[in-house]
Structures are given as C-alpha cells and as structure tokens.
C-alpha cells in the first residue's frame, strides 16, 4: 500500500523548468522547441516551462546565475541543475535532467 501512494506522488510531481533566452534567435528558437517536445515527450501534463529573454529582462540572470544563453534551469525536482545550449541533444538533456540515466 505505501509503495502505491509513493508512486502516486512521484507521477504527480511537477517539473519547474526556466529557459533563458537572448531575444528570438535561431539558437533560442530551437531551444524553446526542443524543451517543448522532450517535456510533451517525458513529462505529459507534469510540467511548467518559464522562458525568460534576458534582452528584456537582464536583471533576471543574477538570481539563477546564467553565464550563457540558453540555458535551461530545472528549479523543481531539487537539486537544481543546468543545461547549456539549444537542447538539440535529446539524450543529453534526459540525462541531465535526470529523466534517464547514462549508460555506459
């Protein structure tokens, strides 16, 4: 019974995510796309994505200590954790997300 409320919660769990942008280009077109589908993908219904364009709010980058753009920033589940790029490589950023483990 208890490993079926854990699962319960586990399904439920929402994913904080927060893409950092610098205005519309390509690379933060297709990082914008990317997320989207690995989230459609990975985490149907359990998700919210923030993207914040830096070029309108530059003050915003302190705060999550973004360095390049883009930049994805998991807030939720914890531990934080970053990925630089435009999330083109879909294992990688599974991995880094921690929706999949590395296998080597």
Known sequence: MREEITEDLGES?????RLYTAGQTPKSLAAIRNLRKICEEHLAGRYRIEVIDLIQHPQLARGDQILAVPTLVRKLPSPICRII???SNTERVLVGLDLRHHSE
């Open 13 to 17: 769990e929402v994913w904080d995510l």
């Open 85 to 87: 790029g435009d999330l």
